[in-house]
């Protein structure tokens, strides 16, 4: 599954405390994809089955609707 984060990220922290697995802060609060799922840059990612609910959970409750999980 693909992880994407957009632009606009409002370091609520909401998707670090509901999937830390995938999701990390960065030096200024800023979501990323932690180092073990990143893709080219650290907004960008693969996660396995594994990760998938959390990671749809995280964005399911992302105020600014800024995660989106993908096939």
């Not at 984060?5 to 932690?34: H, L, N, Y």
Request: proline residues 6%.
């Amino acid at each position: 599954m693909k992880v994407i984060i957009k632009e606009g990220c409002t370091r609520c922290g909401v998707c670090f405390k509901e999937c830390p697995e995938v999701f990390v802060p960065d030096p200024e609060g800023m979501a990323i994809i932690s180092e073990e799922f990143q893709g080219d840059n650290e907004f960008e990612g693969e996660i396995d089955q594994s990760m998938t609910q959390c990671a749809k959970s995280a964005e399911n409750i992302c105020p600014a609707d800024i995660i989106s999980i993908e096939e």
